[in-house]
């Protein structure tokens, strides 16, 4: 079956601690897998969509990476403003869409 | 632009009630979809559209669920004799579906939370 899972459930880092967050999925035909942050309250905001392994893309402190099995999201030199709730969720060829339980980064000024 | 807009925002309703959420998507956006968010868990797909073909329904958790999307463009989801476990936020999200590739990027409103009592 289809799944994504994201590691850690969360995360604390010191204002500037650069760190990682992992996505491991397991999709029959992967076709996009996208990254998301979502705030309290609110519905989740795009990030990144990456359809191939290799594949890099960046906004800000953000940088999103993707390989045939894992996604990671590093964020360098984080700043109090990046605390939310990132999610990860793959699409796959049969046109279904699996979101993670996402990963609550907390950045400590 | 303006972005995908839901209503109302917050619902309480009490076991057995029905209940209506609506969704106006991002103005030429042809796919539409509907997903359920409960404390602590990951998003649940319920619902999707896309242009005038008929919805996959296949997220749907039960026979009380019930959505519609009229003109290819607003959607309202339907929820019948409600129950203390449907309590969640409801999420509805839009895309363009430009390219004709499965995995267009989506954009999400903020959501109708849903207490039932």
């Known amino acids: 079956e289809d799944q994504v899972t994201q590691s850690p459930e969360a995360l604390r880092l010191q204002e500037g601690e650069s760190s990682s967050l992992n996505c491991s999925y397991t999709?029959?035909?992967?076709?996009?897998l996208f990254w998301y942050r979502q705030d309290p309250g609110k519905g989740p905001e795009f990030l990144f969509t990456l359809y191939s392994a290799g594949e890099e893309k960046e906004k800000e402190r953000l940088k999103a990476t993707l390989t045939k099995k894992e996604s990671f999201l590093h964020i360098t030199a984080p700043k109090p403003e990046d605390s939310a709730t990132y999610l990860c969720?793959?699409?796959?060829?049969?046109?279904?869409?699996?979101f993670g339980t996402g990963t609550s980064l907390t950045v400590i000024p | 632009g303006a972005g995908v807009s839901q209503s109302p925002s917050n619902k309480v309703t009490e076991k057995g009630k029905d209940v209506e959420l609506r969704c106006d998507p991002i103005?030429?956006?042809?796919?539409l979809y509907w997903y359920r968010q409960s404390l602590g868990q990951g998003l649940e797909f319920l619902i999707y559209f896309q242009g005038n073909s008929a919805p996959d329904k296949s997220g749907l958790p039960s026979d009380r669920f019930s959505a519609e999307r009229t003109g290819g463009s607003v959607s309202t989801l339907t929820i019948q004799r409600t129950q203390q476990e449907d309590s969640a936020v409801y999420l509805c999200?839009?895309?363009?579906?430009?390219?004709?590739?499965?995995?267009?990027?989506?954009?999400f409103g903020p959501g109708t939370r849903l207490l039932v009592l």
């Open positions: 969720a793959s699409s796959n060829t049969g046109n279904q869409f699996y």
């Open positions: 999709v029959s035909g992967l076709r996009g």
């Open positions: 103005s030429g956006h042809t796919a």
């Open positions: 999200a839009s895309s363009p579906r430009t390219s004709g590739r499965w995995g267009e990027t989506q954009y």
